[in-house]
């Protein structure tokens, strides 16, 4: 079976002196426009020549056009961004030729494009979220802000930039909304203050915030009580999950942005119009929000044809 040059696994395996003679020779070239040119060709000629190593070829003697697309259509579709990695591919595959290693031209083979995959990130089901929520301790000023972060992205679906950035003058308590110039479109939003949102937000400005000059609600109670930060708040997320017992791992899509993809699905699945959808979440294009209806599984099952017109044969539609 051939192997998968992605794997953690696949990166400890090394290579052969063969190969190992042709990276220390890259590594020293000077044709790189920058060093991180230079590491990123590195890293693609490794995973590269694993793969054919993988392949039969023990060395690039008679590595033919057929190869090298075959290469490059199994990396595109393994990675999460193929334009670089064509990219880099060119690199390496270029210098290869020039210092005469391999004797095609392997440039026709990538000008094929190739289909960017686009993953389904999950959303956090409904009793996760409560398992998280009911695992913080709010007794303390900490576990009050985390609170109160947290419900407030479970409830409204907003970014945690935007939490991370609420100011106290974006509550309007009178009102019971919460006022906002989006950090990623710079779109103004308005959402509403749920009665539960509300109330735990009060309780941390009231009990657990303290004195601050800040104008910004959310604080870091470990920093002199200075604004804190998108990505510490998203790190605190991580470990609420971790303590509730929820499962993670690394790039699974369960981030703190899966509370948003919650509150999208629970609206597809209420029958909001995705267009409304996309202006409660504030999306700039309708585009956006239709990730949401792939969410809702249960529903797309009704959409499926029945097989009662399928003949015995093969797909004969009457």
């Known amino acids: 079976m ?78 999460t961004y193929p334009k670089s990695a064509r990219y880099t591919m060119k690199l390496a595959f270029g210098y290869l030729r020039v210092t005469g290693r391999i004797g095609v031209d392997p440039t026709p083979v990538f000008a094929i494009q190739t289909p960017r995959r686009k993953k389904l990130l999950p959303a956090l089901e409904p009793d996760e979220v409560a398992r998280v929520l009911d695992a913080i301790d709010r007794s303390t000023p900490v576990g009050k802000r985390d609170y109160a972060f947290v419900l407030t992205g479970a409830a409204t679906g907003l970014r945690v930039a935007d939490i991370a950035g609420l100011r106290l003058k974006d509550v309007d308590w009178r009102n019971g909304a919460i006022g906002i110039v989006q950090r990623k479109t710079g779109m103004p939003m308005t959402v509403p203050l749920l009665e539960g949102v509300g109330e735990a937000i009060s309780d941390y400005i009231l009990h657990g915030r303290g004195d601050s000059a800040c104008e910004r609600i959310f604080l870091s109670h470990g920093n002199g009580n200075a604004e804190v930060s998108s990505s510490a708040m998203s790190g605190m997320f991580n470990r609420r999950c971790r303590d509730a017992g929820v499962p993670r791992s690394s790039r699974d899509g369960r981030s703190f942005h899966a509370l948003r993809r919650s509150v999208g699905k629970r609206l597809c699945k209420a029958g909001i119009p995705v267009t409304t959808i996309a202006q409660v979440l504030g999306h700039g294009d309708v585009l956006s929000a239709q990730s949401y209806i792939n969410l809702d599984a249960e529903s797309l099952k009704c959409c499926a044809l029945g097989l009662e017109h399928v003949g015995t044969g093969g797909a004969l539609w009457k």
């Open 2 to 79: 051939q192997s998968n040059p992605t794997s953690l696994a696949d990166r400890k395996v090394a290579l052969n002196e063969y190969y190992e003679n042709i990276v220390a020779e890259m590594k020293s070239a000077s044709c790189w426009s920058s060093p991180r040119t230079r590491m990123q060709v590195l890293a693609t000629a490794r995973n590269m020549f694993r793969w054919l190593a993988s392949s039969g070829h023990a060395t690039l003697s008679g590595l033919g056009l057929d190869d090298v697309r075959a290469y490059y259509m199994h990396r595109v579709q393994a990675v």
